[in-house]
């Protein structure tokens, strides 16, 4: 690209994790390549998926850049490595994007006109419902307004995509943006660094959208830049991994609230008042064959407790 038109269209790497589900994946990358944004890479990292998943995007898309590690590290951490590619490879902008998304053709151009009106901030878009798509998916955390500090991760979901529009037409501020579309500008992260990689899936990027607030860097949601989210899918492939998000959301949204607003937050405090129970249903699922939801939500409970972060929990197991 001739570097006039660098300028008017800066270099967008898009970063997509595999895992299991290369179907999902196929699907997202064609959906990528209607994009009406004339300045895109696209890598995608397979983390190590156990299915021939590697096998099938190569025979898909052999043009493009797949990345094979031969460990599953979790989301930031895949998503990192494919930002130390973008970096080396000169580009301007890092866009994350879940592998089950269905984008519109403006989805990017959308992001890029509020990144090109209010410069070097976090920048997400607007979920919808993949059953009914008048209805939002996501559309932003915000606090209550009440005293008690509470985060509504989702303050938006289930409610109408007109209303939000009507509310909020082109761009709106919010304590976080989802994680499944986040643009983030090469230059913040060279600045101020990445997701933390020990929260291993889910939560990271609150954590990190709510650490960049520290240092000026403001998330906003592009009312107009809108995704399907299909989500979860790898439990589609196996039930069983239901337990793998029950975990990590629980551990990660308790870490959150300890880290950020201590341990007399709303969040930590309930949690607090049911740590015995939480422990009598560890050791009652450790001594049964079967563990069910329960289980793993009691062991996020008491692992956050611990301060255990990373991968404590191996999706991989459940696969056997």
Avoid at 3 to 20: D, K, R
Avoid at 47 to 63: T, V, W
Avoid at 84 to 90: D, N, P, R, S
Avoid at 263 to 287: F, P
Wanted: net charge negative; glycine share 6%.
């Amino acid at each position: 690209m001739k570097e006039e038109q660098h300028v008017q269209y800066p270099l967008v790497t898009i970063s997509i994790l595999n895992w299991l589900n290369f179907s999902d994946t196929i699907s997202c990358i064609r959906s990528l390549q209607g994009l009406n944004y004339p300045n895109v890479e696209i890598i995608v990292r397979d983390n190590a998926s156990p299915n021939d998943s590697y096998e099938q995007l190569k025979s898909a898309f052999p043009e493009l850049h797949i990345e094979r590690p031969f460990d599953n590290n979790g989301f930031a951490a895949g998503h990192y490595q494919n930002y130390l590619i973008a970096k080396e490879k000169g580009a301007d902008l890092f866009w994350i994007l879940n592998s089950d998304l269905e984008l519109k053709e403006d989805t990017l151009t959308k992001l890029m006109e509020a990144y090109q009106q209010f410069g070097e901030h976090i920048y997400g878009s607007v979920s919808l419902d993949p059953t009914q798509q008048e209805l939002v998916d996501f559309g932003g955390a915000e606090w209550t307004e009440d005293s008690k500090k509470k985060l509504n991760y989702n303050v938006w979901k289930g409610r109408s995509y007109t209303e939000l529009k009507e509310r909020h037409p082109e761009v709106y501020e919010v304590e976080s943006v989802e994680g499944s579309s986040m643009l983030i500008p090469m230059e913040v992260i060279e600045k101020f660094g990445f997701m933390h990689t020990d929260f291993f899936m889910y939560g990271e990027e609150t954590d990190y959208c709510y650490r960049m607030r520290q240092n000026g860097v403001r998330s906003m949601v592009v009312t107009t830049s809108l995704v399907t989210h299909h989500n979860e899918g790898s439990t589609k492939i196996n039930p069983e991994l239901k337990a793998i998000p029950a975990y990590y959301r629980r551990r990660n949204a308790l870490r959150f609230f300890m880290e950020h607003l201590g341990m007399g937050s709303m969040e930590a405090l309930a949690y607090q008042n049911g740590v015995y129970t939480n422990l009598k249903t560890v050791l009652k699922g450790t001594l049964s064959h079967k563990k069910d939801l329960n289980y793993f939500y009691a062991l996020a409970c008491w692992h956050a407790f611990l301060g255990k972060k990373g991968k404590t929990v191996n999706p991989e197991e459940f696969l056997k």
